[in-house]
């Protein structure tokens, strides 16, 4: 399954935004919602083609309240997402998959707040996945049932990111500051180099 992930303005409440209004409420009212970063909602779709077609039907709401709309599709990468427009030249066929990894954009992720209780129910677990939820089940699916989005135990917040390169298949560590975790994103060459 593909994944779509919003990041909102720092200004406004994404959440609300686009909870509050009908069509937006409307075009999202298919999909278990999460909130994998701090002001911040995700789902899931069937392809690169549905998340496109999703993100064009936001497109109003998008240029207002969304900072960064990403993509992950697990066929190319399993922990890199791309850029609204990556996944757009993808859909489209003018690049091949392969070609998708050059260029990139690092965020920080620090840790904002936890739930203490569930940060004892997590101590005995791994790490995992910074974007996967850890919610309870029964809770989220109560909360989706309502057409809010799933609780997360902990919140993470993106910051600063570092735009870089991948060379011989690597890509640069990220040194803008102390993070917990990174979350890279593939860009086109013009997303790159404005």
Partial sequence: MTRVCLIGDSDC?????????????????????RRPFENSISLRTVSVGAAVSLLNDLNWYLTRFVDEA????PS???DEWLSRALATELRNGDVEPADTAEFCKIYGLERVGTDPDAEAESADESEGD???STAN???????????????????????EPLYVRRTG?????????DVDETLVV?????????
């Fill in 13 to 33: 409440n994404l959440q609300y935004e686009l909870l509050s209004r009908e069509t937006s409420r409307e075009a999202l009212a298919t999909y278990d919602l």
């Fill in 70 to 73: 990403l993509v992950q599709e």
């Fill in 76 to 78: 190319i990468s399993e």
């Fill in 130 to 132: 910074a974007t996967e």
């Fill in 137 to 159: 089940d029964a809770e989220s699916d109560a909360s989706a049932d309502a057409g809010e989005t799933r609780p997360e135990t902990t919140s993470w917040r993106l910051v």
């Fill in 169 to 177: 298949g690597e890509l640069p560590a990220y040194d803008l500051r």
């Fill in 186 to 194: 593939r860009l086109t060459e013009a997303e790159h180099s404005p």
